[in-house]
């Protein structure tokens, strides 16, 4: 199925029977997580910690040669919720290639556990 569907990766995945209806479960309890999620706002300030130590433990990779810089100007913010979009703001958006907002992406949903929603993520001129 992960396969099939390498793109929602995020997703969760449950299995049920007709014949098992046991199994069924977990759905209404994955359905809450889910649209909790779904819904999940972050306070700006609480976004931006977490961009300043991503930063300062992963820093962009070299582009054209030369290592990227974000300042400590860099900041982001989340635009809206279902689904949830967070909007990043830097010099040089160019400089953001798009493996390194997958990793930002990752983080967010390690950290403050985006299960099973998309998560949009826009780069913009600051």
Known sequence: LRRRFPFLTW???????????????????????????FSKRIPTGALNKFL?????THPLPVRKGKPTKITKSAFMTQVATQPPVFALFVGHPDNITPAYLRFLENQLREEYGFEGTPIRMLVRKK
């Not at 300043?52 to 300062?56: D, K, N, S, T, V």
């Open 52 to 56: 300043q130590e991503i930063l300062a």
């Open 11 to 37: 997703a969760p995945v449950l299995f049920a029977s007709a014949a098992h209806p046991h199994s069924l479960g977990q759905l209404f309890p994955t359905i809450d997580r889910v649209f909790a999620a």
